[in-house]
C-alpha cells in the first residue's frame, strides 16, 4: 500500500481497503475562509472600500435608517463578538458602515462576518472584511437585519429582497438577532403597511403544488401567464385570496433566489395576521414550502430611526426605550465628512 506521499507514478492499484481510523490528519475545516479581499479579488490587492454619503446629502427616510443601524451597532456588538451575521436591506448598508469605524473597526481583524446573500456578501467584500460562511460558522454572535415590517411583539415580515430562507438561518444561529429599520416599518399588526403579502419560497418544481387547483385534478387550470394568479390553490384556503407568483424585473420569468428557487407573495386578512405564528405554522405544512418570511418571536430587540433625529428600541419582553438623540447621531462625524471607510 502506497503513502499519501508518494509520488503518482509509483502508485499501483490496491485491493486494500483503507482503514476507517486512518491516522492522517485531517484539514482544518476553517483553513477554506480566507479574507474576503483575497478571495474575492487576489492576495495583495486594497478591497475598493465603502463610500459614505455625507448623512446631510440623505434623505430624511436614509437618515432614519442610518441612525437606527448606528445606534444597533453601538448597544449590541462588543469587543467579544467575533462571529458577525449581516442581513440583506436597504438599512444593511448602515451597519457594515458603522462597523467600519471607530471603536467598531479596530476589532474586525479577527472578526468573520457572515452573509444572508448576494447583496451582504458584497458589502463584506467591498469593506475589506473577513467573508465567513455558516458551514464553518454554525454559532453566531450576533446578527443585525432589517425587515419589511414589525409588530407590536417584534413579529416580523422578511423577504422583500427574497433572501428570507438565508435570513432566517442566520437569525437562528445568533445569541443576538437584532432588526434595524426605519419607523414606517413598525406597526401594530403586520401587514398593516406591507402590503405585498408574506413572501414564501418554494422549490421550482413544487411552486404550481402550492398554487393547485382544491377542485378536480383536471381541471388544473393556470392563469399565472400574464396574471400570475390560479384559482383555489391550497394558499386560498388558508385564507389567501391572490397568491402571486414574484416575477423578475428586467428579465423574463419568475425571480430567483440566492438558492434558486421561486418566491410566492401572499396577502392574508388581518385576521390571520394577528397570530403570525399560527399562520407561518400552517403555511410551513405545505409541500414544497422551503420557507416563510414570517420571524415570529426571534428578535431580541427592534431599533427604529426618525426623521427628527431619534432613536425608539422595543424588546422583547415589551420594554421600550429611546436612544438618547446624542448618542444616536454618535459616528456622524465621520459620515459627515464623506469618506470612504
Not at 192 to 197: A, S
Not at 211 to 218: A, D, E, I, M
Request: charged share 25%; hydrophobic share 35%.
Amino acid at each position: 500500500m502506497t503513502t499519501p506521499l508518494e509520488p503518482m507514478s509509483s502508485m499501483q492499484p490496491s485491493t486494500t481497503r483503507r482503514p476507517s481510523h486512518s491516522n492522517t490528519a485531517r484539514p482544518d475545516p476553517l483553513s477554506s475562509i480566507t479574507h474576503a479581499s483575497a478571495s474575492r479579488i487576489g492576495p495583495g490587492v486594497i478591497p475598493t472600500g465603502l463610500r459614505v454619503v455625507p448623512h446631510g446629502d440623505l434623505t430624511d427616510e436614509e437618515k432614519a435608517k442610518r441612525l437606527a443601524a448606528y445606534a444597533a451597532v453601538d448597544e449590541h456588538v462588543k469587543e467579544h463578538h467575533k462571529v458577525l451575521g449581516i442581513g440583506s436591506g436597504s438599512t444593511v448598508p448602515y451597519v457594515v458602515e458603522r462597523l467600519c469605524q471607530p471603536p467598531h473597526s479596530s476589532g474586525n481583524f479577527d472578526r468573520w462576518f457572515i452573509p444572508t446573500g448576494f447583496q451582504s456578501k458584497e458589502l463584506i467584500v467591498k469593506a475589506g472584511l473577513n467573508l465567513g460562511d455558516v458551514d464553518q460558522f454554525p454559532s453566531i454572535d450576533v446578527t443585525i437585519d432589517g425587515a419589511d415590517e414589525v409588530d407590536d411583539e417584534l413579529n416580523a415580515i422578511k423577504g422583500g429582497g427574497a433572501c428570507q430562507l438565508r435570513e432566517k438561518v442566520l437569525a437562528e444561529a445568533a445569541t443576538h438577532f437584532i432588526i434595524v429599520a426605519d419607523s414606517r416599518k413598525d406597526t401594530k399588526i403586520l401587514g398593516t403597511n406591507w402590503k405585498q403579502g408574506v413572501p414564501i419560497e418554494v422549490a421550482p418544481f413544487a411552486w404550481a403544488k402550492v398554487f393547485q387547483n382544491s377542485g378536480n385534478p383536471l381541471y388544473f387550470r393556470i392563469v399565472l401567464w400574464p396574471t400570475r394568479t390560479i384559482l383555489s390553490s391550497d394558499l386560498q384556503k388558508m385564507g389567501c385570496e391572490k397568491p402571486t407568483l414574484r416575477m423578475g424585473k428586467m428579465k423574463a420569468g419568475p425571480v430567483v433566489t440566492d438558492n434558486g428557487n421561486f418566491v410566492i407573495d401572499a396577502v392574508f386578512s388581518e385576521s390571520y395576521m394577528r397570530d403570525p405564528s399560527e399562520l407561518l405554522q400552517r403555511i410551513k405544512m405545505l409541500t414544497g414550502v422551503l420557507e416563510v418570511g414570517i420571524f415570529a418571536g426571534m428578535a431580541e430587540a427592534a431599533y427604529f430611526g426618525y426623521p427628527d433625529g431619534t432613536v425608539s428600541v422595543r424588546w422583547q419582553d415589551g420594554r421600550c426605550s429611546t436612544v438618547d438623540k446624542e448618542k444616536a447621531q454618535k459616528g456622524l462625524a465621520v459620515a459627515n465628512k464623506g469618506v470612504r471607510v
